[in-house]
């Protein structure tokens, strides 16, 4: 995948997140190295509290779901990661391979990513995003895929970042109530 950004000019920023410290404001800043790794349960109720940051509801019903469904099936292309600082984790990505949907060959898919506010601009959503494109590229696909809304110009603000532009499919919809 192709980074608009420069690979020597990128390395040069700190890819380091910040770990709230909410015992007292006045101490120095937790400075942790950024991994991304496959979510666990226990890391379930970071998730629900960060996508509740941007949409507003908690969805404990459908993350449950979406994490017997995802976690631990990496072989069968689908991929939940966390991006963790320290023990916190601060942001995730959801994605799988789809087969042969819209007339397209295999190819992989990102359905959500999230950092939390207070860890965004360090990086964690481009390693969320590279790691995820490696999952998709060992299971035989040289492709990823994201729909998201027009409105949303953070969102494709960090796609387009990541070399990502529109593709060759237009989305269609139509109210079911008439
Ligand atoms: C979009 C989001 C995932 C980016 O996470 P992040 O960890 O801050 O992203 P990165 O630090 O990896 O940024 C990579 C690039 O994205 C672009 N970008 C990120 N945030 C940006 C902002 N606020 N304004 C403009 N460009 C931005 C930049 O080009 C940045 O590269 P640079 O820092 O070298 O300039 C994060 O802001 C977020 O979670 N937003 C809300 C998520 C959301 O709406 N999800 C919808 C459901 S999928």
């Not at 700190?14 to 190295?33: G, Y």
């Not at 391979?97 to 959500?112: H, I, K, L, T």
Request: a positive charge.
């Amino acid at each position: 995948m192709r980074k608009t950004t420069p690979p020597a000019a990128a390395s040069k920023r700190s890819r380091e997140a910040v770990a709230p410290n909410p015992t007292s404001l006045a101490a120095a800043p937790v400075h942790t190295k950024l991994s991304i790794r496959p979510v666990c349960r226990g890391d379930l109720d970071a998730v629900i509290e960060m996508d509740a940051m941007v949409t507003g509801i908690h969805k404990r019903d459908y993350w449950n779901s979406l994490y017997s469904r995802y976690a631990d099936a990496v072989a069968t292309g689908h991929h939940f990661l966390v991006a963790t600082a320290g023990t916190e984790v601060i942001g995730f990505v959801i994605g799988e391979v789809r087969d042969w949907e819209f007339g397209s060959p295999p190819c992989g898919w990102v359905f959500a990513i999230d950092v939390r506010p207070d860890a965004r601009l360090l990086g964690a959503a481009t390693q969320l995003l590279q790691a995820i494109c490696q999952g998709f590229k060992r299971a035989g696909v040289n492709k990823v895929r994201t729909l998201l809304s027009h409105e949303n110009t953070l969102i494709l603000s960090f796609f387009r970042s990541q070399g990502m532009m529109i593709g060759p499919f237009i989305p269609l919809e139509m109210d079911l109530d008439h």
